[in-house]
């Protein structure tokens, strides 16, 4: 497989009169990657996301997909699916009119009926877009991305106000297109969606990379956390720890391994029942949260 | 671009609002005056009738219609949608306008025949074309321009009153009181020379030559209306 970036962004900057949204942003994708863009509120992901995607010029940098500028339509779309953060579907098309539209319009091919099938409308083929449920609305939109199966696709918050299952048939789908080599840009605010399937990625705040690594490259610089609760009175603990009024101990730790093995060991030898025990590696919510503390 | 013209297409044909005032309301008007033609014909011309037909189907099956779709097609974010395809701008505005502009000749092209047939037909049908063309060109450019200052369809019944009411306007004045006094303010504003040359065309008299001189104020509201739009139109809604 080439290993030439899909995606090269360049000292990206983008300004909003006075307001500077992207500040000297530069990463690059690699083909067959998830790579996750993620931040705070108001960081510069979506203004980034867009400036990627050819819907917004930057103020200043370099940003080529596949090698061209992101805005030569021609040579850029036919080969990359966007589900939009915001559906943009015309109410009074039915979902298979609007997968047909847009589909042909990427000049890719494939089978409006098999798309349908793919994101569970096919019941809803006949229907006009404006009777859709928000989350039927979330699944024509992955439709219209995946719709010919294209080597990079953009998924800005795929996964927004879909039920489990919908979810997971989502993610179901985008594992089979990475088999086939598919490239996947995503934001979302589901972090565990992030953690559990992002190859790579950057974490923005006001503008910039607040990090930018693998997932267990993000996590490592933060302590794991134990956590559970002590029956009171019980023996002084193995290890440091904070303990609350109500007997909840949490232990913060870079050795995870060798203090939960400790922790079972004296629970053992001291017969302490460690209720609602939970161990685990830093989550990225706690990578989030650090950013401002 | 075709792909896109076929589906405005269909959702105007489902949206009864859109299809009453692109189609039933300037039928309707126009029909009235060629039922009339006789008392019109005394105030003014046939020439006027015809200039009357061709604004009215212009101004509303054509421009209203036009910045309705437009907005209509920003806020929801359609044009967005289809930006993220490989379509070029030019193509995606020619799909959405295409159908609009066909519907609108093809009414014009009824009406006008209707009314030759009841009252006698036009002196130089290829004036006529040529003046239809210039004036359905000059309200595609201003429709253009005006969507760029029109937030919603709903903002656009306000946004389109200055336009519509404007050109019909003119050509009732130039249609009426034709061009012996304050010719060069009649023919400088929009509508007045596409209204002349119309009448020109219809009820023939004129020199085509002269009447072909015409063109240029209404071709030269083409260049401002697409001059404006290309600063005002926005793709996508304000934030």
């Known amino acids: ?66 090698g061209h500028r992101p805005d030569d339509r021609r040579a850029v779309r036919p080969r990359m699916g966007v589900m939009l953060q915001e559906s943009g579907f015309s109410p009074d098309l039915t979902v298979r009119e609007s997968v047909g ?121 933060l302590p794991a956390v134990i956590r559970f609760s002590l029956p009171a009175p019980a023996p002084a603990l193995p290890v440091r720890a904070a303990v609350d009024a109500d007997g909840k101990v ?16 004296w629970a053992q030898d001291h017969a302490v029942e460690l209720r609602d025990l939970a161990a685990g590696p830093t989550r990225l919510d706690d990578v989030f949260r650090a950013i401002n503390s | 671009m075709l792909s896109i013209a076929s589906s405005e ?29 006789e008392t019109y014909a005394a105030i003014g011309s046939l020439g006027y009738i015809a200039a009357i037909v061709v604004f009215t189907v212009a101004a509303f099956g054509l421009y209203a219609t036009a910045v309705t779709t437009l907005a209509s097609r920003r806020q929801n974010l359609f044009l967005k949608r289809l930006r993220s395809t490989a379509e070029g701008d030019a193509g995606i505005l020619a799909g959405l306008l295409l159908p609009v502009l066909l519907l609108a000749v ?41 969507a760029g200052l029109t937030n919603s369809p709903e903002h656009a019944q306000v946004t389109t009153l200055p336009v519509t009411l404007g050109v019909i306007a003119m050509a009732s004045w130039v249609g009426i009181s034709g061009t012996e006094n304050l010719a060069w303010l009649k023919r400088l504003l929009p509508g007045g020379a596409a209204t002349e040359l119309t009448m020109n065309a219809w009820n023939g008299g004129v020199a085509v030559t002269d009447s072909l001189l015409l063109l ?24």
Not at chain 1, 254 to 264: G, M, P, R, V
Request: hydrophobic content about 45%; glycine content about 8%.
């Open chain 2, 216 to 239: 240029a104020p209404t071709l030269g509201w083409v260049v401002v209306a697409v001059a404006l739009a290309s600063r005002l139109f926005r793709w996508e809604p304000r934030r």
């Open chain 1, 250 to 265: 949490t232990v913060e730790t870079f050795e995870l391994q060798k203090d939960l093995h400790l922790l079972l060991g």
């Open chain 2, 9 to 37: 297409l269909i959702q105007i044909f489902r949206n009864r609002l859109v299809l009453i005032t692109s189609l039933i309301i300037p039928f309707a008007v126009c029909a009235f005056f060629v039922r009339q033609h």
């Open chain 2, 106 to 146: 093809v009414q014009v092209t009824a009406i006008l025949t209707a009314l030759a047939v009841v009252a006698g037909g036009p002196a130089n049908v290829a004036l006529l074309v040529v003046a239809v063309l210039a004036t359905v060109a000059m309200m595609i450019g201003l429709a253009l321009a005006t």
């Open chain 1, 101 to 221: 539209l847009v589909g042909r319009l990427t000049r890719r091919t494939d089978d409006v009926d098999r798309v349908l099938d793919l994101v569970d409308l096919t019941g809803r083929a006949g229907r006009k877009v404006s009777q859709l449920s928000g989350g039927e609305k979330r699944r024509l939109d992955f439709a219209t991305a995946v719709y010919g199966t294209p080597e990079l696709i953009f998924l800005d918050e795929p996964t927004t106000g879909l039920d489990i299952q919908s979810r997971d048939a989502v993610w179901t789908t985008v594992d089979r297109l990475r088999e086939n080599g598919a490239t996947i840009v995503l934001t979302t605010h589901y972090l565990e969606e992030a953690q559990q399937r992002a190859d790579r990625i950057g974490l923005m705040h006001e503008g910039a990379f607040h990090r930018e690594g693998t997932v267990s490259e993000l996590t490592r610089t």
């Open chain 1, 1 to 66: 497989m080439s290993t030439t970036p899909v995606i090269e962004v360049e000292r990206l900057n983008l300004t909003y009169g006075d307001f500077h949204a992207v500040k000297d942003l530069s990463f690059e994708v690699r083909p067959g990657e998830l790579y996750a863009l993620l931040g705070t509120n108001g960081a510069g992901k979506t203004s980034t996301l867009e400036v990627v995607e050819g819907h917004r010029r930057p103020t200043s940098g370099t940003v080529r997909v596949f």
